[in-house]
């Protein structure tokens, strides 16, 4: 199985801050991967969808980028609302895997 | 709207069966795989098994291989997992997901939580 590590685990931020989560995969998945949003209590959020798609519906603030086997999801002004656990996810291959998360923090 | 509605969790002994259900309305569900999805409390997502959208395909993730069951019936819009012979640390919310783009699930449902204990 391919393995997705996240890092950092925790990152503690304040609104207005540039944030970036970084996510490697273990061999390539091309541009196969997908970031979540979820916040206490509810259903992941898709964001991002093959590396740099940014759903519909989402802020513009959040962008992703990378190929191969190193991805970056990156908030530009971390807002109130943002402040939430993040998750990678690779879909190259029929057993799909997430990264371990990312919970950001307020600061 | 797009929705998809899961059914059937609860506490359940170990060694245990139960059957999770999840409705799906507001789109062409027989168009679509559909996967499950599971978190345990306090950690990350795992996902544990997908269902083409005719049935012909079926995989599951290693820790549920020959213990559960996901199946469909397009007729009912509704997916399925039966999961059989239950342990400790399949404790956990499952949620049905909907796949877009391949394997990126843009639609999720609220979750049912199992819970495997004595």
């Known amino acids: 199985d391919i393995q997705m590590t996240q890092s950092p685990s925790t990152l503690s931020a304040s609104v207005g801050d540039r944030v970036t989560i970084t996510c490697r995969a273990s061999q390539s998945i091309s541009s196969w991967l997908a970031w979540y949003q979820q916040k206490p209590g509810k259903a992941p959020k898709l964001l991002i969808y093959k590396a740099s798609s940014l759903e519909s519906g989402v802020p513009s603030r959040f962008s992703g980028s990378g190929s191969g086997t190193e991805f970056t999801l990156t908030i530009s002004s971390l807002q109130p609302d943002d402040f939430a656990t993040y998750y990678c996810q690779q879909y190259n291959s029929y057993s799909l895997t997430f990264g371990g998360g990312t919970k950001v923090e307020i600061k | 709207e797009v929705q998809l509605v899961e059914s059937g969790g609860g506490l359940v002994k170990p060694g245990g069966s139960l059957r999770l259900s999840c409705a799906a309305s507001g789109f062409t569900f027989s168009s679509y795989s559909m996967n499950w999805v599971r978190q345990a409390p306090g950690k990350g997502l795992e996902w544990v098994s997908s269902i083409s959208s005719s049935s012909s395909y079926i995989y599951y993730a290693d820790s549920v291989k020959g213990r559960f069951t996901i199946s469909r019936d397009n007729a009912k819009n509704s997916l399925y997992l039966q999961m059989n012979s239950l342990r400790a640390e399949d404790t956990a919310v499952y949620y049905c997901?909907?796949?877009?783009?391949?394997?990126?699930?843009?639609?999720w449902g609220q979750g049912t939580m199992v819970t495997v204990s004595s």
């Open positions: 997901a909907r796949p877009y783009d391949k394997g990126a699930f843009d639609i």
